[in-house]
């Protein structure tokens, strides 16, 4: 018998302090990848248990890039927090002032990179369902490939370009490895080349690559496009849509996938 792996931990360093904190079943929001176990044994060989096993995990996983993009949104809110604390409380012109302002200017940067990555990863575990369905003959069976092509394309007019900004995020040193590099990740300006390595502006993380410039936004809006994203992916496995994780805190994924996500 194939077992299906429980998740339900996380572990966080926060400010210097240790916090564990175990999430266990039946807790409000916790979700238990458990609950497939009983459709994982009924399928009629291991090998179509181990393949099925790789679709439900990749599944499973969307809704974790969901909340990672939630969470780089959230850091981003919150290093705009503490940056307000330290403009009331620290004197400018200090040491202190600067290495404070320069950590929170790094936070965001990095809720900007990771909210790129995590757009790609959606697009990738798109591409690894559906090429993984041909090994699936029951889950197969009651897939909608057309929902599935056209939640891609739904990622695409949502996060333009968004393979491109992975790549900005993803290679940085490479984008400077050499002046001719850094010229080929330039985009032209009215007086010459400009090439950024990757800042936040208003709630969007600005970059250039491959002479494209890049916007990733980070705030609540984008999080609903990404989740109703996911929520359409879900909808295209009506027979086990019920036995995935909730998306958009809790709603129903049927109620979710009624609205296509705007244009950005």
């Given at each position: 018998m194939i077992r299906v792996c429980h998740e339900y931990a996380t572990f966080c360093r926060i400010w210097g302090v240790d916090m564990n904190y175990s999430f266990t079943r039946g807790m409000p929001g916790v979700y238990d990848i458990g609950v497939l176990q009983s459709f994982v044994n009924n399928l009629p060989t291991?090998?179509?248990?181990?393949?099925?096993?790789?679709?439900?995990?990749?599944?499973?996983?969307?809704?974790?890039?969901?909340?990672?993009?939630?969470?780089?949104?959230?850091?981003?809110?919150?290093?705009?927090?503490?940056?307000?604390?330290v403009l009331r409380t620290v004197p400018s012109g200090t040491l202190d002032f600067t290495n404070q302002m320069h950590m929170l200017k790094n936070w965001d940067e990095m809720a900007g990179r990771e909210a790129s990555m995590t757009v790609y990863h959606v697009g990738k575990t798109i591409e690894q369902i559906r090429g993984n369905l041909r090994f699936t003959e029951t889950i197969a069976a009651?897939?909608?490939?057309?929902?599935?092509?056209?939640?891609?394309?739904?990622?695409?007019?949502?996060?333009?370009?968004?393979?491109?900004?992975?790549?900005?995020?993803?290679?940085?040193?490479?984008?400077?490895?050499?002046?001719?590099?850094?010229?080929?990740?330039?985009?032209?300006?009215?007086?010459?080349?400009?090439?950024?390595?990757?800042?936040?502006e208003g709630d969007k993380y600005v970059t250039t690559f491959k002479k494209k410039l890049l916007k990733v936004p980070l705030n609540e809006e984008a999080r609903q496009?990404?989740?109703?994203?996911?929520?359409?992916?879900?909808?295209?496995?009506?027979?086990?849509?019920?036995?995935?994780?909730?998306?958009?805190?809790?709603?129903p994924v049927n109620e979710v996938a009624e609205t296509t996500p705007e244009k950005p």
């Open positions: 291991d090998e179509e248990q181990h393949h099925s096993m790789v679709v439900l995990l990749n599944l499973k996983n969307l809704n974790g890039y969901v909340n990672d993009y939630a969470s780089a949104i959230g850091l981003r809110r919150y290093a705009q927090t503490l940056r307000e604390e009651d897939a909608d490939v057309t929902i599935l092509r056209r939640a891609a394309s739904e990622l695409n007019r949502a996060f333009p370009d968004y393979d491109i900004a992975r790549n900005a995020a993803g290679h940085r040193a490479e984008a400077f490895a050499s002046l001719d590099r850094m010229k080929s990740n330039a985009i032209e300006v009215e007086d010459g080349q400009k090439l950024l390595i990757g800042n936040m496009r990404l989740n109703s994203v996911v929520a359409l992916i879900y909808s295209a496995f009506p027979k086990i849509v019920n036995m995935l994780p909730p998306l958009n805190f809790g709603v």
